[in-house]
């Protein structure tokens, strides 16, 4: 996600390297280059321009205080104009209703019944609500049946009428199911086409002024480029939506629907699609995703999500154990089973300062521990509970057992050693506290075995 942005800006920025004050001509020479990043970012060429000139007239006479260099000025510059074009702040959505409709819409492919699954998680785990899936979408072979797997991967209800071809009546009739059963958010998954047409359009409309939703969200596919731009804006000329969910944004997107949309319907972003699986939904803050195009990391969602599952009461026994050097392998597969619920691992490695750059060219696998995971399935029940007990003749066991070389297995222990000494020092915060001590500055461990 915006690596080759990323690395164009960060190119740009280097022409201000080694001068020592900010002139018209190094100005005008670094933004030059920024605008080539944008329009190879798919952003347009008007778009690109205004933003640039912008910056151009904020940094012209700024007086560069003695801790600043011209080149952190200008990143200052161009991140406080990343946060403008991209909304400023994040949206919420409208749940006040006893009984809140949202309707989805956009093309056909661009994830809208995956979006509503993951919605509908979303909503059920952090927003504590009892959502109910509506599928609207009666034209698209197995939309249906699309929708009631997603809702029964996600444990929620989902309302649905094979025998009618009316999402107009179907989707009044879901709202007095939802109403009647204690439903209070309703999720219209509405049907798509390949390319705009009025049928559909006046079909969506209809279906609005039915069930008078509280939120209208467009979803649309970021890897489509300045032609999301363009759908965006006709679908919002037709419906006048409240929010865009931009999906597939850790696919090999160049972002120019990220940087513009907001810009061209006026409308926020409000979610972001960042992988397949269905708790792989972020809240949109432009403020983090201009950090995190500018190569600084994003600590705050890091944070945000290792709090997500942190437990009180095992981080209470944990630190128990750590106190009486009594942590074992037991626990650092836990640890481990902690880490992949926050997500993808070069994702989050992306949220660390710094870190974004280090890992360019580095491949990490989806399932990264797995092979951690297959050396420590390997030990025995007492290997496990007392490490200590690892010596060169149950390390080659090991290493034969889970079809790995003597050398990796030596490097799990020592990252299992390392990672114990840690949470000694730090006593007793578990995976919460080592993601706070990398908010204040702290390191990140080695990337796990595997790749």
């Known amino acids: 996600m915006f690596e080759n942005l990323s690395e164009k800006l960060d190119k740009a920025f280097s022409v201000l390297k080694g001068h020592g004050k900010i002139t018209e001509i190094n100005v005008a020479e670094t933004l030059k280059e920024v605008r080539r990043a944008l329009l190879d970012a798919d952003v347009s060429f008007k778009i690109a321009k205004e933003f640039t000139n912008k910056v151009k007239d904020k940094a012209i006479g700024q007086n560069v205080l003695t801790s600043l260099q011209p080149g952190q000025l200008m990143v200052k510059l161009v991140k406080d104009e990343l946060c403008q074009l991209m909304g400023s702040q994040a949206e919420g959505i409208n749940l006040e209703s006893s009984t809140s409709v949202i309707l989805i819409a956009g093309l056909q492919g661009s994830g809208k019944t995956t979006f509503s699954g993951k919605l509908a998680l979303f909503l059920k785990s952090k927003k504590s609500k009892n959502p109910l899936l509506v599928a609207c979408d009666v034209y698209r072979p197995a939309a249906i049946n699309q929708l009631e797997i997603l809702a029964e991967q996600v444990g929620v209800a989902v309302y649905t009428n094979k025998e009618s071809k009316d999402p107009v009546a179907i989707a009044k009739s879901a709202l007095a199911y939802a109403k009647q059963n204690g439903h209070n958010v309703v999720i219209v998954d509405t049907a798509g086409r390949l390319a705009i047409d009025e049928q559909m359009m006046n079909e969506i409309a209809a279906v609005k002024a039915a069930v008078i939703p509280q939120e209208t969200l467009f979803v649309v596919d970021a890897m489509t480029g300045q032609d999301a731009v363009n759908t965006a804006k006709t679908f919002n000329d037709k419906l006048d939506y409240d929010g865009v969910v931009l999906t597939k944004l850790d696919g090999d997107t160049r972002g120019g629907a990220a940087l513009t949309i907001k810009s061209i319907v006026n409308k926020p972003i409000k979610f972001v699609g960042m992988g397949e699986k269905m708790d792989a939904l972020d809240v949109f803050h432009p403020n983090r995703m201009a950090d995190r195009i500018l190569g600084m990391g994003d600590v705050v969602s890091l944070v945000e999500r290792a709090q997500e599952q942190f437990d009180e009461e095992k981080a209470r026994k944990l630190q128990k154990k750590i106190a009486k050097n009594q942590f074992d392998f037991n626990d650092f597969v836990e640890q481990i089973g902690q880490i992949k619920k926050m997500g993808n691992v070069k994702d989050l490695m992306g949220m660390i300062p710094g870190m974004g750059k280090a890992m360019k060219g580095v491949e990490i696998e ?86």
């Open 366 to 451: 989806d399932d990264a521990f797995k092979h951690v995971e297959a050396m420590i399935g390997s030990m025995t029940k007492d290997e496990r509970a007392t490490p200590s007990l690892l010596n060169g003749s149950r390390r080659q066991r090991i290493a034969r057992g889970s079809g790995r070389t003597i050398s990796d297995v030596n490097q799990l222990i020592k990252q299992f050693n390392d990672m114990g000494k840690v949470m000694k020092m730090m006593q007793g915060g578990g995976m919460k506290n080592m993601m706070k001590s990398m908010g204040k500055g702290g390191g990140m461990p080695n990337p796990p075995l595997g790749r």
